[in-house]
């Protein structure tokens, strides 16, 4: 046969480079379920069922267009469990000339292409990934010399290169930035439609079979199953929330409320990184509604931003660090993640809905994910690698490449600040603002010290106490160190007692070995 051309989870694009070319008669396409990739770590069982059931309509979709699609399912007896055997078996079965794969979203599959190499005495080709805006060596040029990146100038940078609400040289609106009027608390009476829910056919059922059947202790349910599993159902998805949603995404995209999971946000980030969505059109279609006069400047510009600007930024950060970045713990951070990050069990309301949600529905929108349970695992010191295991398991959308950077250097700081100009460090009060949780917790938001107080509260002070030296110097922690400056010393000492009374009733998480 001519080439092998095989597909990654998410590469399920029919414009992936990996199938640029592709001759039907003479070509075939190799799709896999392994268990090494269900297993790397604990992956919520409705991740691994939307990901397997979008990979099974993905194939159905190529063969109905004449493509030779082998594809390797979990529960087939012959399945070896991980990418390099079944594609040494695959080789014996087509015996190709050559073999090409798209670069993988996880420098560790990226890693092991070279052992594919010694294995497989065949020619492996990889090509870029052609779906993002900014190729890695662009992002490589662009950071060149910087001493630290700064989104916003790569945001800037990427408006203008790729025309996205600009008139002419400048911004639309005259500013490029529209996120002061995006941070509107919840009210009652908003009535969000959430995104659009789709149900399971009978590739889903069986997928939802399999993945109970060997995935169900894990944390996570898989039903309700609402995920769109194809590209028809993820451009309803979009056009779902261009009418519903988009036109308020703007003013309450940092809100939380304990009966929304989801507001305003439009869910489509797990569609986006598994190819059933393309950024690029996403985008267009955004910018579209804004001057079909659909939606106003500030909804259309924020979420732009979070596609054209932060998720380009946190991948071209991802791949020029790798692999010394998993590794990066800058605040030198050692607290086992608390077991309550796979229970749920807690009395505090914020964490409890938030992992609740999680559990639910295998996604949460970024404040839910920064603010709640990334603020909470900064504030007491977790080990960057559980914390991020955590994140990279649980919610459908993660994969390293978008992961690593948000969990480690943005919600951890663990970076130094390369990533991010400062810790998203916050008390109570925070979260009291943009949600509705605390009202309903066993907590008192108001009270600082005390049985009652919210643990937030000491753990924020306890926090700078603690990294004052590794943080000093930072312009944007000025005012805070300066109020932690004017402190007197019994009530630093009742904040460290009330914090480490607190640290030491929370149980670890104990890994399996
Ligand atoms: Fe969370 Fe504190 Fe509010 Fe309780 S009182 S919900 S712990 S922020």
Redesign the pocket.
Known sequence: MGTLRFLFTDHLSKEISSLDGIDRDNDAVLMVEVDDETDYVPHHPKKIAFLFSAMRHFAEELRDEGVEVDYVTLDDPRNEGSFRAELERAVKRHLPERIIVTEPGEYRVEAAIDDWRAAIDIPIEVRADTRFFCSRDAFGEWAKGKKQLRMEMFYRWMRQRHSFLMEGDAPEGGRWNFDAENRKPPKKGLDPSGPMRFEPDDITEAVLTMVERRFGNRFGSTRPFWFAVNRTQARRALDHFLQHSLASFGDYQDAMMEDEDYLFHSVLSQYMNCGLLSPEEVCREIEAAFHEGEAPLNAVEGYVRQILGWREYVRGIYWLKMPGYARENRLEATRPLPAFYWTGETD????AKVIDQTRREAHSHHIQRLMVTGNFALLIGVLPEEICEWYLAVYADAFEWVELPNTLGMAMHADGGYLGSKPYAAS?NY??KMSD??GN?R???KDKLGPDA???NYLYWNFLIENRQRLDGNPRLNRPFATLDRMDGDRIAAIRKESNKFLASLEPWKKAA
């Open positions: 505090m309301n914020c964490l109570g979260i009291n949780f605390c917790c907590f008192n938001v919210c643990p937030f």
